[in-house]
T-cell receptor, first 111, second 114 residues
């Protein structure tokens, strides 16, 4: 079946890099996504990566994809207090017909 | 267009009552999704529409749940005979079927069943 796993908590100091990891199970997933959820707010798409790519960089965000190991990571450079939120990894096993989300990683940024 | 909107934002009801939620997607989006999110979990897929056709329903969607998208624009999700286990955040998302099918989420409707 489909299952996406993430570690539940991560704490970093302001200015350090954060790395949030995710493993997924469906090798047919065409796209993999990272969403951010702040308290009381909806999910906001941060970035996505196409399955034939190894890396994607977008300003402070770097996504790495290891398709062989079905491992996805999100690196946030120069982490700020405003980055404190829950980060969800999601796969799209049916080419976008629905998303399967991980449980989310709560990122805490310490001053 | 200000994005996906959902109403109401909060709903408190007594067990056994029926509730209905509404979602207004981004206007040019032809796909609309419903998810449920409980505390400490990621969103779980419930159902999705392409235009007015309901194309997929999750096993999570019991027969007490029904969703409609009559004109291919807004959608409603109705829960009949609510149970305490239905308490959750109900999220709506929309997308335009295409290259990456990026889904844009609304703020959600938080349901509390007493």
């Amino acid at each position: 079946g489909e299952d996406v796993e993430q570690s539940l908590f991560l704490s970093v100091r302001e200015g350090d890099s954060s790395v949030i990891n995710c493993t997924y199970t469906d090798s047919s997933s065409t796209y993999l996504y990272w969403y951010k959820q702040e308290p009381g707010a909806g999910l906001q798409l941060l970035t996505y990566i196409f399955s034939n790519m190894d890396m994607k960089q977008d300003q402070r965000l770097t996504v790495l994809l290891n398709k062989k190991d079905k491992h996805l990571s999100l690196r946030i450079a120069d982490t700020q207090t405003g980055d404190s939120a829950i980060y969800f990894c999601a796969e799209s096993p049916n080419y976008g017909q629905n998303f399967v989300f991980g449980p989310g990683t709560r990122l805490s940024v310490l001053p | 267009d200000t994005g996906v909107s959902q109403n109401p934002r909060h709903k408190i009801t007594k067990r056994g009552q029926n509730v209905t939620f509404r979602c207004d997607p981004i206007s040019e989006h032809n796909r609309l999704y419903w998810y449920r999110q409980t505390l400490g979990q990621g969103p779980e897929f419930l159902t999705y529409f392409q235009n007015e056709a309901q194309l997929e329903k999750s096993r999570l969607l019991s027969d007490r749940f029904s969703a409609e998208r009559p004109k291919g624009s807004f959608s409603t999700l109705e829960i009949q005979r609510t149970e305490q286990g239905d308490s959750a955040m109900y999220l709506c998302a929309s997308s335009f079927a295409g290259l990456n099918n990026e889904q844009f989420f609304g703020p959600g409707t938080r349901l509390t069943v007493l």
